[in-house]
């Protein structure tokens, strides 16, 4: 348990619930002693997850917001009204460096897009294994038609 902890950054509260999760899907067995095997290969339910972040005004702390989310998203985006966005195009190259993308929504719910990311592999493959439960858990995550985005 220790060792998870360690390797995963999250908390020991978290890690104990998220195996005894685990062990109900019976993906792990946990021994009395705390050892955990994996039962068979486990492989990540999504090819691909990718974070938006949601600002109204404050692109920095959006951009900031969305680095986090690299620690178990493939692709992490900043979402911006329309016209806030349209400000930034100026400023793509921040975007670019920190390999997060740029969208903005109009009034009426068109998505503009002003840069696409990068795909990556996560910063935590754990991280991403736990967010992808986590989608699981929420329901039937909805798919975008060109890929298996959740």
């Given at each position: 348990m220790g060792r998870l902890v360690?390797?995963?950054?999250?908390?020991?509260?978290t890690v104990r619930k998220e195996l005894k999760l685990l062990q109900e899907l019976r993906i792990l067995k946990m021994t009395k002693k705390g050892?955990?095997?994996?039962?068979?290969?486990?492989?990540?339910?999504?090819?691909?997850?990718?974070?938006?972040?949601?600002?109204?005004?404050?692109?920095?702390?959006?951009?900031?917001?969305a680095r986090n989310y690299k620690s178990f998203a493939h692709k992490v985006n900043v979402?911006?009204?329309?016209?806030?966005?349209?400000?930034?195009?100026k400023r793509l190259e921040i975007f670019r460096r920190m390999r997060v993308g740029l969208l903005g929504i109009s009034a009426s719910g068109d998505l503009k897009w002003f840069l696409h990311p990068r795909r990556q592999k996560p910063?935590?493959?754990?991280?991403?294994?736990?967010?992808?439960?986590?989608?699981?858990?929420?329901?039937k995550p909805s798919v975008d038609s060109r890929s298996n985005r959740a």
């Open positions: 360690r390797v995963t950054g999250l908390s020991k509260a050892q955990v095997s994996v039962r068979h290969e486990v492989r990540p339910p999504f090819k691909e997850i990718t974070a938006y972040e949601v600002k109204v005004k404050d692109w920095k702390s959006g951009i900031y917001q979402a911006l009204p329309l016209n806030r966005a349209k400000l930034l195009k910063i935590s493959g754990a991280r991403n294994f736990l967010a992808a439960i986590s989608l699981l858990k929420r329901g």
